[in-house]
């Protein structure tokens, strides 16, 4: 038995509204390998669900061979309307197990996040990068 043809389109018009509604993808951004080699950082994006809201970006510690890794830290790069770039984002080794994340929006302040790659890995937000 089919279904009457108003109650299809309803149906077709209801699954597309749910999908919108959904979070966008994760995107995959840049991977760096840790000093010692054991480990990599991936760098992922979540976009901005409508255009005055952030991007979220997370950094991620994924151990040498594992498919996924254990998210370190989730972040907000502001949207000023123009299209986003990974340009915008800066990692920088200040020691061998310490990572800053520098989020730099086109307009706005900069800021970011020291991470400590400890056991669990600590985490510091910085306001100036």
Do not use: Y
Not at 60 to 85: C, K, Q, W
């Amino acid at each position: 038995m089919t279904a009457p043809r108003g109650r299809s389109r309803s149906g077709a018009a209801l699954l597309a509204l749910l999908a919108a509604c959904g979070q966008a993808p994760e995107q995959s951004l840049s991977e760096f390998a840790t000093p010692d080699g054991d480990s990599m950082l991936r760098l992922t994006m979540t976009p901005a669900a409508g255009s005055g809201d952030p991007h979220v970006i997370h950094l991620s510690l994924i151990p040498r061979g594992m498919a996924a890794g254990a998210p370190l830290v989730s972040t907000e790069l502001a949207n000023d309307g123009t299209p986003f770039s990974g340009d915008q984002i800066g990692l920088v080794w200040v020691a061998k197990r310490t990572v800053l994340m520098c989020l730099k929006p086109r307009q706005g302040a900069r800021h970011g996040v020291r991470v400590e790659l400890s056991d669990p890995p600590r985490v510091e937000q910085v306001s100036r990068c």
